[in-house]
């Protein structure tokens, strides 16, 4: 494989009706990966032998947090590669991914609280688990207000790398915070290092629903990519051309 | 080495450098991120007892009692290690159970109990069906009653 053919799919206009393939696939997978996933989580799993039924809300939440960690190492990658090649479409990609990292992170916050009263008897505390999540959720807020509030995009997209690179600190800190201080969180229930603590129908929803939500991440980050392209290359030829083939 | 590569190799030197200070920085504030004190480093004096603070641990089994208003408990959250007792006013969470996790929020009294304002339920990271947790529980027993007569 040589190295044209990644610049080839690095050009916006390549990019831009691939991408627009793409998209229906990643929506479809999805849809019926979150039907299955929903099934599973709601219908066929059993009962908790402690938490009852609210421990269901772990099929949206662990997925939720998950992508949310992950999206933003995702950016922070984007973020070095734009800085290193001086790519565009990878500060688009940065770009693209923010706010939806954003919309899964206020997810997990959100069904977070929703677990934690029935189960610990508060909606919200000060532990190092949760706290860092919302740090994670000030992270993406900042790094799209700052991509918003500049006005060329090329300055706009070395300081949202920056916010993007520094940050990205703090995802191990929200990984690891269940295992390096006391927390009222609960350890994670799948890791690499042990079998997963789990019943095997449970683990299989939630895995289910996590690609669920990879699919709908990627999905909404390509989408985002095209309408990004079209503004900043609303002067370019393949623009024009593609607008007038439209008409 | 090509200019974009020096580039990369200086991002990932920025970020491992900046990974280190945050490391340093929440080493350095360990003691503000415990959420709560174990009954042994409460008794080893560890646990700020001045102002109030947090105790975790198991709610020691046999030990809660109800008084007859219907709203204060006693119970001791222990670490297998030591113990400490705690008297509470107010509704506990569905999941408070002897021999389960708990997180109590108060402050010392001057009789060494613990006046909680605040007592939460800790679970732990295993979700199973309930007769899975009858089967293992029963296979636990059957294996301490093998164990025990030597």
Redesign the interface.
Same mark, same amino acid.
């Given at each position: 494989m040589s190295s044209a053919n990644w610049y080839k799919y690095s050009s916006p206009a390549t990019f831009y009706s691939l991408a627009g393939r793409m998209i229906p696939w990643f929506y479809a997978a999805a849809a019926v990966l979150s039907v299955i996933g929903l099934y599973i989580g709601f219908v066929l799993a059993p009962t908790d032998f402690q938490q009852g039924e609210s421990y269901r809300i772990i099929f949206i939440h662990v997925p939720a947090s998950w992508m949310s960690m992950f999206i933003y190492v995702v950016m922070a990658v984007w973020a070095a590669f734009g800085l290193a090649f001086n790519t565009r479409l990878s500060f688009m990609m940065m770009s693209a991914l923010a706010p939806t990292g954003a919309m899964l992170t206020f997810v997990a916050l959100w069904t977070g609280a929703l677990w934690g009263k029935p189960t610990w008897g508060a909606w919200w505390v000060w532990d190092a688990r949760l706290t860092s999540e919302l740090i994670l959720f000030f992270l993406y807020i900042g790094f799209m207000a700052l991509q918003a509030a500049i006005d060329d995009p090329r300055r706009a997209d070395r300081a949202g790398a920056l916010i993007a690179l520094v940050g990205v600190i703090n995802v191990p800190i929200i990984y690891f915070s269940v295992r390096w201080w006391n927390t009222l969180h609960q350890g994670a229930s799948v890791s690499v290092n042990k079998a997963p603590s789990m019943a095997t129908i449970m683990l299989t929803g939630m895995l289910v629903m996590a690609f669920a939500v990879w699919m709908y991440a990627i999905a909404a980050a390509l989408s985002r990519a095209r309408s990004i392209i079209l503004e900043r290359e609303r002067n370019s030829q393949w623009v024009a051309q593609l607008l007038e083939s439209k008409e | 080495m090509k200019s974009?590569?020096k580039?990369?190799l200086l991002?990932?030197v920025?970020?491992l450098a900046? %990974?280190a200070v945050?490391a340093l920085v929440?080493n350095a504030f360990?003691s503000n991120?415990?959420? *709560?004190?174990?009954p042994t480093q409460v008794a080893n004096g560890e646990a700020p007892m001045e102002r109030a603070f947090r105790i %975790?641990g198991l709610v020691e089994d046999g030990s809660l009692r109800r008084e007859p208003d219907g709203v204060t408990a006693h119970f001791r959250i222990t670490d297998t290690a030591k113990t400490i007792p705690v008297t509470y006013k107010g509704?506990?969470?569905?999941? *408070?159970k002897e021999g389960?996790g708990v997180?109590a929020e108060g402050r010392m009294n001057t009789g060494g109990v613990f006046v909680a304002e605040?007592?939460?339920?800790?679970?732990?990271?295993?979700?199973?069906?309930?007769?899975?947790?009858?089967a293992l529980e029963q296979a636990q027993k059957a294996q301490q009653t093998l164990v025990a007569p030597k």
């Open positions: - | 974009r590569h580039k990369l991002i990932a920025v970020v900046l %990974g945050a929440l360990q991120l415990v959420f *709560f004190f174990s %975790g509704l506990l969470p569905d999941l *408070f389960k997180v605040q007592v939460l339920a800790k679970h732990d990271e295993n979700y199973m069906p309930p007769e899975a947790a009858s």
